[in-house]
């Protein structure tokens, strides 16, 4: 099994900054892509910002230029940089990793989820 933590989430005033972060543990082999999602009350889940094992990145619109994904590959840990930060960021935030794992001898597909972070803006 896989376990994400993830951390950093909270109250912040309309133009501040947050890092988020996201653990992964367990008999990882390898992760590929990392990846960010937000779910606001009564929306759906959105796709925030997405980087690769290579290091590519990807944002989605509303946040291209004020949000920032990396990843440490040693530590297995996933951040997002929150910059410039609006009340329409207010959300739960959701970590999302795939790679390949451990089951005995074998190594086997994962796709996991955080247990998701909170994040309020206040205007």
């Known amino acids: 099994q896989v376990q994400l933590v993830e951390s950093g989430g909270g109250l912040v005033q309309a133009g501040g900054s947050l890092r988020l972060s996201c653990a992964a543990s367990?008999?990882?082999?390898?992760?590929?892509?990392m990846a960010w999602h937000r779910q606001a009350l009564g929306k759906q889940r959105e796709s925030v910002a997405v980087?690769?094992?290579?290091?590519?990145?990807d944002y989605a619109d509303f946040v291209k230029g004020r949000f920032t994904i990396s990843r440490d590959n040693a530590k297995n840990t996933v951040y997002l940089e929150m910059n410039n930060v609006k009340p329409e960021d207010t959300a739960v935030y959701y970590c999302?990793?795939?790679?390949?794992?451990?089951?005995?001898?074998?190594?086997?597909?994962?796709?996991?989820w955080g247990q998701g972070t909170q994040v309020t803006v206040s205007s």
């Open positions: 367990g008999n990882i082999f390898s992760i590929n892509t």
């Open positions: 999302n990793i795939d790679g390949s794992r451990w089951a005995g001898s074998w190594k086997i597909l994962f796709n996991s």
């Open positions: 980087i690769t094992r290579e290091g590519s990145t």
